[in-house]
């Protein structure tokens, strides 16, 4: 008896370490990536770069998630202490940079606003998930269900909005998909948080930060389309040569 009561005991401790170091992981890896973007976006010879170079961080968005599936679906680069640190700096490295180009083209009090609400937004479900008491992780086939809901919602409106050009048809396409979201970032909180149904082991601590840095990202790309951007004017120009005639960064940077 005493010995499984220390082993409950060990256990709990175990967990609540393991999503201690995953939410400051996040933590930090949002304010570096906030970081980041505040240099890329305020040094002009990079915003130049990537304005006119964007298929470059492209690519390299495209790796980042390249090896995000080989970081899961791979244990050895996970839980090997030599490798796994640097697989997981990289894999947010190439995400981070590859959002440069979308980044830079908001004007500031945009990007400010919208960096805040999206963390904030993270930081409310992840207790919504935490102190809900329905078992997410015990209903992955409804999680299944709604999530293809709402999918099928959301292309079906951003097709209304490409084709038909229906008014207000993006802003729910956008909120079908953060309704997605939203349910899985409850879901990630509950894995992490443990005492469900499912658990990540105690030592996933980079894959559980990225999760949650990449729920966050989802959410945050959709104020790239809402927010106005200085190349908004820009856009009104015909593109000649791989630039914009009579429109610079600096003329709307926005700062």
Same mark, same amino acid.
């Given at each position: 008896?005493?010995?499984?009561?220390?082993?409950?005991?060990?256990?709990?401790?175990?967990?609540?370490?393991?999503?201690?170091?995953?939410?400051?992981?996040?933590?930090?890896?949002?304010?570096?990536?906030?970081?980041?973007?505040?240099?890329?976006?305020?040094? /002009?010879?990079?915003?130049? %770069?990537?304005?006119? /170079?964007?298929?470059?961080?492209?690519?390299?968005?495209?790796?980042?998630?390249?090896?995000?599936?080989?970081?899961?679906? %791979?244990?050895?680069?996970?839980? #090997?202490?030599?490798?796994?640190?640097?697989?997981?700096?990289?894999?947010?490295?190439?995400? !981070?940079?590859?959002?440069?180009?979308?980044?830079?083209?908001?004007?500031?009090?945009?990007?400010?606003?919208?960096?805040? !609400?999206?963390?904030?937004?993270?930081?409310?479900?992840?207790?919504?998930?935490?102190?809900?008491?329905?078992?997410?992780?015990? #209903?992955?086939?409804?999680?299944? !269900?709604?999530?293809?809901?709402?999918?099928?919602?959301?292309?079906?409106?951003?097709?209304?909005?490409?084709?038909?050009?229906?008014?207000?048809?993006?802003?729910?396409?956008?909120?079908?998909?953060?309704?997605?979201? %939203?349910?899985?970032?409850?879901?990630?909180? @509950?894995?992490?948080?443990?005492?469900?149904?499912?658990?990540?082991?105690? #030592?996933?601590?980079?894959?559980?930060?990225?999760?949650?840095?990449?729920?966050?990202?989802?959410?945050?790309? %959709?104020?790239?389309?809402?927010?106005? /951007?200085?190349?908004? @004017?820009?856009? @009104?120009? /015909?593109?000649?040569?791989?630039?914009?005639?009579?429109?610079?960064?600096?003329?709307?940077?926005?700062?």
């Amino acid at each position: 008896m005493a010995e499984s009561l220390d082993k409950g005991l060990y256990y709990r401790r175990d967990r609540r370490r393991f999503a201690l170091i995953s939410y400051i992981m996040t933590a930090v890896f949002l304010l570096v990536a906030f970081g980041e973007w505040c240099i890329f976006y305020f040094l /002009k010879l990079a915003t130049n %770069f990537f304005t006119h /170079k964007a298929w470059i961080a492209s690519i390299i968005f495209v790796i980042g998630l390249i090896l995000l599936v080989l970081f899961i679906f %791979f244990e050895a680069l996970r839980f #090997n202490s030599k490798i796994n640190w640097f697989f997981a700096v990289l894999i947010y490295e190439c995400v !981070v940079l590859g959002v440069i180009p979308l980044v830079i083209r908001q004007t500031l009090l945009p990007f400010l606003i919208s960096f805040a !609400v999206w963390a904030f937004a993270l930081l409310v479900f992840v207790l919504c998930g935490t102190l809900i008491p329905f078992d997410l992780t015990l #209903n992955v086939v409804l999680l299944f !269900v709604l999530g293809m809901m709402a999918i099928i919602g959301a292309v079906f409106f951003l097709m209304l909005y490409i084709v038909i050009n229906i008014p207000y048809s993006l802003i729910v396409f956008c909120s079908f998909i953060l309704m997605s979201i %939203f349910m899985f970032v409850m879901y990630h909180a @509950q894995i992490i948080n443990g005492g469900r149904y499912a658990e990540m082991r105690t #030592n996933d601590y980079f894959l559980a930060a990225l999760m949650l840095f990449l729920d966050f990202l989802l959410m945050y790309l %959709f104020s790239f389309q809402m927010a106005p /951007k200085w190349s908004d @004017q820009c856009d @009104q120009w /015909k593109w000649i040569n791989g630039t914009y005639p009579n429109c610079t960064t600096s003329d709307y940077s926005g700062y």
